[in-house]
């Protein structure tokens, strides 16, 4: 996101969060005496785990490394635990905080451990209660720095600097996000004592949140430094997935597509999602869904008539075009704008999950999504208006652990010959490499 909606059910739940030594406890020991957990990959338009399929049914919770890093530990487990209580299975944070009075990176290529053990600290404990993780390198947006922090580091060191998205272009700035790049991949954690390359805790990485290079309406520029990046990343780590990080814009190479877009801008923003995601080392497609925000008259009808549109469109794109599994990385509704009610949040929440649900059961290319974003209690402070403590929203925590019930039997139900035939075969025959080709 720019930092510029059962009872008994969900009241059984809630006591968990509230009373919960005994089986949080449980929980956790049957977590640690699971066997070591197999890489994610990936085969077709779907996700495999050790040749099962692995859905997503996550949420984003940005902060973790910092309030871990500087005595705040309990809301990073007590946010874990709540999630991992309902199911839920990734999440998507930060692995950036480029200067400023926390900062992970300080200046360029020099860390703060504290902030590094913070980072991790969020890893073991992760692994701890279930929940795989996408880390983020670097921000589009000026919060925790960014790419607007990068430029001023070149600024500082002499560059000839005329915009922010010289970050796309410059070669020492692009040297600075490498080194960046360098230094979480083949950090060693200094809790478990894995290099972040090698753990399976990882479900993948993420260039960059959100990328926009409005200087360069035609895209070229960002889809030169993403082939560029996706290609060091891969050279360093071939292993882990490897995503973008894109809200979905459609671009230049598909103007019919265009107007599919929330805003005649969003299409001029640099950003060109089939193209984009056509990158060599890309593994999967990402799309954020703000309708709230984007959809500007509060009108629920149209913001959900939107948001089932812009879904089923990158869906097909993922399907019959990229061939990869496509993840909506974030969506929410903001308590902050006109129209909001929780009747509406909930009704979007469903809307989301019925909708991959239905390219699940086929076999399709809908891989999962993350809600923007999950809090608990004590973090309100950095609360964007989007947040959700699922320890006071019974109907959501409901809405969230029937979405992981339902994914869980759809994985235990499925055997390889379902995996295997009907359209996914079509999908994987089409788009399989030679060196990807199916286990036997």
Same mark, same amino acid.
């Given at each position: ?19 919960? +030594?005994? %089986? ?49 530990? +309990? ?54 209660? $279930? ?14 720095? $960014? ?6 580091? $070149? ?11 010289? /970050?796309?272009?410059?070669? @020492? ?6 080194? &960046? ?45 993403? *082939? ?14 490897? *995503? ?23 299409? *001029?923003?640099? @950003? ?11 593994? /999967? ?20 008539? /939107?948001? %089932? ?34 009747? /509406?949040?909930? @009704? ?28 608990? *209690? ?19 925590? &409901? ?12 994985? @235990?139900?499925?055997?390889? #010959? ?11 025959? #089409? ?10």
């Amino acid at each position: 996101m720019a930092i510029s909606s059962f009872m008994c059910c969900c009241m059984n739940m809630l006591s968990c969060f509230s009373n919960s +030594k005994g %089986r949080n406890r449980t929980h956790a020991m049957e977590i640690m005496e699971e066997k070591e957990w197999g890489m994610v990959g990936k085969r077709g338009c779907q996700f495999v785990v050790e040749d099962k399929p692995f859905f997503i049914n996550g949420f984003n919770t940005y902060w973790l490394m910092v309030l871990s890093a500087y005595e705040r530990k +309990k809301e990073v487990t007590k946010v874990l635990h709540q999630a991992s209580s309902v199911g839920l299975n990734v999440c998507r944070t930060w692995a950036f905080y480029d200067a400023g009075s926390r900062a992970l990176q300080i200046t360029p290529g020099v860390y703060n451990e504290k902030v590094f053990e913070g980072l991790d600290f969020v890893l073991s404990e992760a692994k701890r209660f $279930g929940i795989r993780l996408i880390l983020s390198f670097v921000n589009n947006w000026n919060a925790f720095g $960014g790419k607007a922090q990068y430029v001023n580091w $070149g600024r500082d060191a002499g560059l000839s600097i005329t915009c922010d998205d010289d /970050f796309f272009s410059d070669p @020492t700035i692009k040297g600075y996000y490498k080194a &960046h790049v360098k230094a979480i991949l083949n950090r060693v954690n200094t809790i478990t004592n894995v290099m972040y390359k090698d753990d399976p805790t990882i479900f993948a990485w993420e260039l960059i949140n959100e990328p926009r290079c409005p200087s360069d309406p035609s895209g070229d520029k960002l889809q030169a430094w993403i *082939e560029e990046m996706a290609s060091y990343v891969k050279s360093i780590d071939p292993v882990h997935l490897l *995503e973008i990080g894109e809200e979905g814009f459609y671009g230049y190479s598909n103007p019919d597509k265009m107007l599919l877009n929330p805003s005649r801008c969003a299409g *001029e923003g640099g @950003t060109d999602f089939i193209r984009n995601h056509q990158a060599s080392g890309i593994d /999967f497609a990402s799309v954020h869904m703000y309708p709230d925000s984007w959809i500007k008259q509060p009108d629920s009808k149209a913001r959900l008539n /939107f948001g %089932r549109t812009w879904m089923q469109s990158h869906i097909d794109d993922a399907d019959n075009v990229l061939g990869m599994p496509v993840v909506f990385g974030e969506f929410g509704v903001s308590r902050k704008h006109e129209g909001f009610s929780f009747s /509406f949040r909930d @009704t979007f929440i469903n809307m989301v999950h019925q909708t991959l649900l239905r390219s699940t059961k086929k076999g399709g290319s809908g891989a999962g999504s993350l809600l923007w974003q999950l809090f608990t *209690e004590g973090t309100e402070n950095m609360d964007d208006g989007y947040a959700v403590n699922l320890a006071k929203a019974p109907s959501v925590s &409901h809405m969230l652990a029937l979405q992981s019930k339902r994914l869980k039997n759809l994985v @235990t139900k499925s055997s390889r #010959k379902w995996f295997w035939s009907g359209k996914n075969k079509n999908l994987l025959n #089409k788009f399989t490499t030679n060196h990807e080709e199916p286990q036997k």
